[in-house]
């Protein structure tokens, strides 16, 4: 059967197989919209990526190559994160890392450089996670909770050991200081502990 | 609850890499600032090392506004997810079994949430009742922790109602014509065996035993020969109506049309308002399902029958408007109905007639003495050249069975009715 088989199941994993019985004895022209799954990534999690991502590319100004490379990849991360491709993000991200590391090679400052890692994964979290969100529970689920929860968590996890790192940093400019590297070991491991 | 996987999202992967990477760029350039950028990647590595996949403890229930709605009541479903363990949950995604054959028409079954302990989320959606008895699956739970590296899968049966019974109601709608063959029970068929009746037959020789009041006393009082007048008898027929429920007939005209009726449900509403007609009509009428699942309700009458035999066209299996994973033996399913057919009984045969099988099963029960009259819901569409090339084999198929002499209703967009008539129209000239 070429033309005519529409095989119920072909469309029932998500449960919007149907076919009527009674009722539409008269009235078999009718058809509703019964897709209940769309996908698509939340806009929510767009939003919070784009932002994310725009920081990361921003705090980078002060080094004009790596700002560069930076909003490159920030436009890369929005395109990636609306048209839900995993490689895109990817790619997105590593360019402002690059940037990120570039910045810092051509003589950034600490701060410019851990807001913008900071951010850049803050960015890659949420833009996953918004991928995964529309792979798994579509557009029209209400997902604003989850992804509020997953920036807040991911905003939390990176300051703190921003946080920790940048005191370290501070510490220990000029003489290498047994201090410092202490509390980053310690700074370290209360995340392990904590996340175990 | 059970954990139906233990997935690694692999979505930190790499991270560790960077670490080394920003490591190395610090070294090259002498400058610490890398450095810092690398720590952080550091961090992420070892908290996706040390994460582990979470533990759930939920408690779902589903709710149900009815259970037993009216074929195309809409019914609102609310599933409550409490989170009854220790900990947050982060990152929770409920997808809940709508069954098969069941549309969401607002809302989503779906939903993505975190819970604190004790929390409860709410998913609402509407789902409209089609025919049938449709069963809940067990709701799909997917629980990832902080850093989302793990990510468990679960399988939840709710508490509360998990099972859907949406019953038709057998309407009469237009009196399907029968092929003239009768059992011995006044009815609505007319047959040309004289007799007791409504319509002028013919005019005998008065035989002793004759009702007087069949004598024509005019006629005697004309000629003085006594002659008895004789009317059409009227009778009713046993019908067996046989809905083809085989893979071959769940087919519809368009597949991006989940919500068109296919092959299968038209048929099977077709026999519901054919039965309840031929039952008004003093017919008796049976049921049984020409596919894998069996069900048969032998010829009868009375309120009763038809409420079994709503009860089967609603909630059997054999007559799902989801095909049926068990295997089908046809020449089984020809034998097993052969055997069924009480003698003399005609047989009506809702087919979409999409392969040439059903075409050759129609004729040999024909043969078999037991006329088929054939209806035949159109699935075809012209859309494409293999929609249309269906449709033409499908005409082949409708005068293969002409040419058998077997009555054909062919039924288009329109309603039953209109096509019973048309069809009446066409055998009667």
Known sequence: MVGVSADSRAAAPDGTEGSDGQSTLAADGERIDTAEFVAGVPTLSRAVTATAALVAAAALTPVPIAAAAGFLGAVVVVVAVQRAARRLLDAGVAALVAGGLAAGALGAGPEPLLVAVGATLVAYDAGETGISIGEQLGRRARSRRLVAARAATSVGLTAVPTAVAYGAFRLSTGAPSTAAVTLLVVGVLLVAVALR | ?429
Do not use: C, K
């Not at chain 2, 989940?258 to 039965?275: C, D, K, Q, T």
């Open chain 2, 1 to 429: 609850m059970s954990v139906v996987a233990d997935r690694e999202t692999e979505r930190w992967a790499g991270v560790a890499a960077i670490a080394l990477f920003a490591l190395a760029v610090a070294l090259v350039v002498s400058r610490p600032a890398p450095l810092l950028a690398g720590s952080l990647a550091v961090v992420v590595a070892a908290a996706v090392r040390f994460a582990s996949p979470p533990t759930p403890d939920l408690a779902v229930e589903r709710e149900l506004s009815t259970t037993e709605p009216a074929p195309d009541e809409p019914v609102s479903v609310t599933l409550s997810v409490r989170n009854d363990g220790d900990g947050t949950l982060p990152d929770l995604r409920v997808v809940d079994g709508v069954p098969d054959g069941v549309h969401v028409t607002a809302g989503s079954p779906r939903l993505g949430t975190a819970l604190r302990p004790g929390a409860t989320a709410r998913v609402e959606y509407t789902v409209r009742s089609v025919r049938g008895r449709h069963e809940f699956d067990p709701t799909t739970v997917l629980a990832r922790g902080y850093t989302g590296a793990h990510e468990r899968e679960l399988a939840v049966d709710p508490d509360g109602a998990d099972v859907l019974t949406a019953r038709p109601r057998l309407r009469a709608g237009e009196p399907l014509p029968l092929r003239a063959q009768t059992t011995p029970y006044v009815g609505r068929l007319a047959t040309d065996e004289p007799g007791d009746g409504v319509e002028f037959h013919s005019v005998r020789e008065y035989r002793a035993g004759d009702a007087l009041s069949r004598v024509d006393w005019r006629r005697v009082a004309r000629t003085g020969e006594f002659s008895t007048v004789q009317f059409r008898q009227e009778r009713a027929a046993s019908v067996v109506l046989v809905v083809d429920t085989r893979e071959e007939a769940h087919v519809a005209a368009s597949p991006d049309a989940p919500g068109g009726p296919n092959g299968v449900a038209r048929s099977v509403a077709a026999a519901g308002e054919a039965f309840a007609s031929l039952l008004a009509a003093g017919d008796r009428v049976g049921l049984t399902a020409f596919g894998p699942e069996d069900a048969w309700l032998a010829p009868g009458t009375g309120e009763a029958h038809r409420a079994r035999a709503a009860e089967l066209l609603g909630t059997r299996p054999a007559f799902s408007p989801v095909p049926s994973e068990e295997p089908f033996f046809a020449w089984l399913a020809v034998r097993r109905l052969r055997r069924r057919l009480p003698d003399g009984a005609q047989v009506v045969l809702f087919s979409p007639l999409a392969d040439d099988y059903v075409v050759e099963t129609a004729r040999r029960v024909d043969a078999y003495g037991h006329p088929v009259t054939v209806v035949s819901p159109d699935p075809t569409g012209e859309a494409t050249p293999g929609q249309r090339l269906a449709r033409i084999e499908r005409r082949f198929r409708l005068s293969a069975l002409r040419r058998a002499g077997i009555h054909v209703v062919d039924w288009g967009d329109e309603p039953l009715a209109t096509a019973v008539v048309d069809a009446r129209r066409r055998w009667s000239a």
